[in-house]
């Protein structure tokens, strides 16, 4: 059973930028790919970007293709996104996912690919 608790959320200005973090805890984290999701309120949860194993195999939504980066640390059991030229139309909930992968290279936008989730982490961009 892994556990997942993101922090480093906030209120930020439009351009500015913000790392997220989710520190996983409860299971072997490099057997693991990962994935930060969004949700606003009314809307269906989106695919923001993954990451397998390693931090040779990324994926990324078209929004916030060239503005965030994914990356893990499996010496400190976390995975953070890096978010920058924040637009308020990244306004959301920030929830991490695992999954456990056999492979390398294995990375998921779908949602019901992952086994494990946090109870998110609020960030707002003000215009």
């Known amino acids: 059973q892994v556990q997942l608790v993101e922090s480093g959320g906030g209120l930020v200005q439009t351009g500015s930028s913000l790392r997220v973090s989710c520190a996983a805890s409860?299971?072997?984290?490099?057997?693991?790919?990962m994935g930060w999701f969004r949700q606003t309120p009314g809307k269906e949860r989106e695919f923001v970007a993954a990451?397998?194993?390693?931090?040779?195999?990324?994926d990324y939504a078209d929004s916030v293709k060239g503005r965030f980066t994914i990356s893990r640390s499996n010496a400190k059991n976390t995975v953070y996104l890096q978010m920058n030229s924040l637009k308020p139309e990244d306004t959301a909930a920030y929830y991490c996912?695992?999954?456990?992968?056999?492979?390398?290279?294995?990375?998921?936008?779908?949602?019901?690919?992952?086994?494990?989730w946090g109870q998110g982490t609020q960030v707002t961009v003000s215009a």
């Open positions: 996912a695992a999954r456990f992968v056999r492979y390398s290279a294995t990375v998921s936008f779908r949602e019901t690919d992952y086994t494990y």
């Open positions: 409860g299971g072997t984290f490099s057997n693991h790919a």
């Open positions: 990451i397998g194993r390693s931090e040779l195999n990324t």
